[in-house]
């Protein structure tokens, strides 16, 4: 039974923008004005092509910049004005997770636990969220530098797992993975969303995306062009519609009338 | 969190396979440089008790005191075999004369040149070069490598403050680095007493303190090296300026002083003193034979005639000795005060290294700087008087140098008996004590820790400013 206080309308979502720019000092506008917001158990993808506006927008949401306007929140924190407390709530896998290749699966997982502030896990609990990610048991004392592409993705997302951020941050989490890690890979990130994350994926991974995601966010040049949410992807060919986004754009979108497509 | 990255950092350095090798090179050639320390410390004992034994055992026979000739030799020091500084280039064995100057000879790299071709492999040498290129080869992609990696993004993903991270960084990265070298100066250390140096509380002082000077001075690369990667993006850039500025700091400002400092002071040159003095005494010498003529003896008794001509002749020795001495001491007073001038200039400009400092630093402990051969001259100088006081008391007032003495020789039957060598007294050469050194090394001691501060802080605020991404 739904009630005023739960309705989609009256939850706070756990990441949000809020037209949210950046330009660089050399003048390029790499995000223009971006309002989305991610609830809890929700899984938010951003498809766009490179230069979108992808990655500024994860790396706003963690502080690595500054806006140049707006604002990028977490859990009603704003990440440029308490990056720290703002962090706290955000687990992140880099599109290509780069771990120190001296140290075994277990002792990487160990460090950036205790960089999130989790002190308590034992040698046991890694090892059960490195099975948890796919990672075979043999794997899990060797040194990363013997690890393949695939497996350091894997080591990353046990990363974030192990934090127990309410928040995630993927930037193109899918890309060094075979299909069957993918196909593991999606389940696991349903999981993670029916725990109560919220979790914002950029992707180029039009099957992934449609698979997974409850809303579906295309960029363009820095702004968001089209905002679909699951349901209106029943029976839609997400990558024409992608193609259609990215190439024409200026043509086309601008001009869309249908009520489901948000023009950023 | 500072916690968790300091041990993140020694896991990471003592796990490479890098610091492996490297502190495997480093600790052979500390240990080496304990044990080539030690031996020479060994060798030098030897030459120096056969140089004293050769010294008595030539008096041996003798029965006129005017004919001895005495020398004293600088004892060898156990540290300064560990820092041999300038030990190795003055000279050991002083002449002694009742009066006059005094020259110190024999250095040892006059009696074995090969050893001055390449030096010594000392501690000073591992310090200043190997262990500086071994911070350097840690450091130089402290940041920027891990921005290479990756993950200084994945790190600041966290809530880690960016000053706890780099303090966490450059202490970690110190204590992997420094504390795993105190293993081999320790094995070094002990074998010094196995081998025999007779290494006393001072000794173990100046050592620890040289060492010491040794870790400031490693801090100084470990921290430039990390700020210099919190300025380039690049590690490979970073390695090619931190050797540019290594360069700068070991090669070329010390040498670069050195020669600016000779060009701006002048320093009256040896010859021509050596030129003044021979022209006074050919002068004196003029005037004297020109007195010798007016020599008449108040007897005609051979023995009293030869006593007044003694007299007559150490008088006028005396008195040329005093104006040579005073010519000579105004010009050695003109020469050094150049000489002076010329090191606190040059000193001041290689101090913009932290090389120079550390290795002035490191002498000034070992008792091996500039002022050994002013130190030891001091020391045989204060001798020379004793030995003047004795000698006049064997002889009856007089004094052998640069004059010449006539001797009314009698028949075997009255040969004295042989003079009793043991009878001169010990030359003792006191080594600085601890709080002189100490107070002779304050200023570049302070000079490293001040390195290690403006490194530190330059460190510290870049990387405020870095960019994570």
Known sequence: MTTPENTPETIQPMMATRNLSKRYEDGVLALDSLDLSVNPGQIYAMLGGNGAGKTTTINLFLNFIDPTEGEAIVDGIITHQEPLKAKAKIAYVSENVMLYPNFTALQNLDYFSHLGGKTSYSAEDYQKVLLRVGLQEEAHDKKLRSYSKGMRQKCGIAIAILKDAPAILLDEPTSGLDPKAGMEFINLLQDLRDEGKAILMSTHDIFRAKQVADIVGIMNAGKLVAEKQREELVGEDLEKLYVEYMTGYMDTAVQATDASVTVG | ?469
């Open chain 2, 1 to 469: 969190m500072l916690r968790t990255i300091i041990e993140k950092e020694l896991r990471d350095i003592i796990g490479s396979t890098k610091f492996a090798v490297t502190f495997g090179v480093c600790a052979l050639l500390i240990i080496l440089a304990f044990y080539v320390g030690a031996r020479n410390y060994q060798v030098s004992r030897v030459q120096h008790d056969a140089a004293v034994a050769e010294n008595l055992r030539q008096m041996e026979g003798i029965t006129d005191w005017m004919m001895v000739e005495h020398h004293v030799f600088m004892p060898p020091n156990p540290v300064s075999s560990l820092v041999t500084g300038i030990s190795n280039d003055i000279g050991r064995n002083v002449e002694i004369h009742g009066r006059g100057e005094l020259t110190a000879e024999d250095s040892r790299f006059n009696d074995d040149p090969i050893f001055a071709v390449f030096r010594f492999l000392d501690l000073d040498f591992i310090f200043q070069v190997i262990l500086s290129l071994f911070a350097i080869l840690f450091a130089y992609n402290a940041i920027n490598g891990e921005k290479e990696q990756g993950t200084l993004r994945l790190a600041f993903a966290n809530s880690i403050p960016k000053d706890t991270f780099i303090l966490g960084k450059l202490i970690g990265s110190f204590l992997a680095l420094a504390l795993p070298l105190l293993i081999p100066i320790l094995l070094g250390s002990l074998l010094l007493p196995l081998m025999g140096i007779p290494m006393d509380g001072n000794d173990w002082q100046k050592l620890a303190l040289i060492i010491l000077a040794g870790f400031l001075y490693f801090g100084v690369f470990l921290t430039l090296s990390t700020w210099v990667s919190t300025l380039t993006h690049r590690s490979a850039n970073s390695f090619l300026l931190m050797l540019i500025l290594w360069m700068f700091a070991v090669l070329i400002i010390p040498r670069t002083a050195v020669l600016l400092a000779g060009r701006a002071v002048d320093v009256l040159p040896v010859d021509e003193i050596a030129t003044q003095k021979s022209r006074l005494m050919s002068q004196l010498w003029e005037e004297d034979r020109k007195t010798m003529k007016d020599f008449k003896p108040s007897t005609e008794d051979v023995q009293k005639v030869l006593d007044e001509f003694n007299r007559f002749m150490q008088d006028q020795a005396e008195e040329r000795q005093k104006k040579m001495q005073a010519l000579s001491g105004k010009l050695y007073e003109q020469r050094r005060n150049g000489q002076l001038q010329q090191q606190q200039l040059s000193f001041w400009l290689a101090r913009l290294s932290p090389t120079a400092a550390f290795s002035l630093a490191s002498m000034n402990l070992a008792g091996t700087s500039l002022s050994l051969k002013e130190h030891y001259m001091d020391a045989v100088k204060s001798y020379q008087q004793t030995y003047s006081n004795f000698f006049k008391e064997k002889t009856g007032g007089m004094l052998k140098s640069g004059g010449f003495i006539m001797r009314r020789m009698g028949g075997e039957e009255n040969q004295p008996p042989p003079i009793d060598p043991t009878e001169i007294p010990a030359f003792e050469y006191r080594r600085p004590t601890i709080g002189a050194s100490l107070g002779a090394a304050m200023g570049d001691l302070g000079l490293l820790t001040l390195f290690n501060l403006i490194f530190f802080a330059g460190a510290f605020v870049s990387f405020l400013k870095y960019d994570v991404r």
